[in-house]
Nanobody, 114 residues
């Protein structure tokens, strides 16, 4: 089993920045990839960013150039630096890990508003 604990959500003004963290614990060896997804009510969960154990990363089109994912492989912790934030970034952000099957954190609310 893998447990994921997110932190760092909150309220930020448009144009501002926020940093999310996600720490994995439990059976963390052989985790292949970790990442962030987000979801707003009535819509499907969408990919924000993902990073593999080899260090490769990928981003959803709507966040490219604004968000950066990074990770500490030894600590099995990932970070999402979110810059130039927009109201449409408002969502619940979920940490994700894949090790034989997907694991999800409980989610953290991010709100971008004046």
């Amino acid at each position: 089993q893998v447990q994921l604990v997110e932190s760092g959500g909150g309220l930020v003004q448009p144009g501002g920045s926020l940093r999310l963290s996600c720490a994995a614990s439990g059976t963390i060896f052989s985790i292949n990839a970790m990442g962030w997804y987000r979801q707003v009510p009535g819509k499907q969960r969408e990919l924000v960013a993902i990073i593999t154990s080899g260090g490769s990363s990928d981003y959803g089109d709507s966040v490219k150039g604004r968000f950066t994912i990074s990770g500490d492989n030894a600590k099995k912790t990932i970070y999402l630096q979110m810059n130039s934030m927009k109201p449409e970034d408002t969502a619940v952000y979920y940490c994700h890990a894949f090790r034989s099957r997907p694991y999800w954190g409980q989610g953290t609310q991010v709100t971008v508003s004046e």
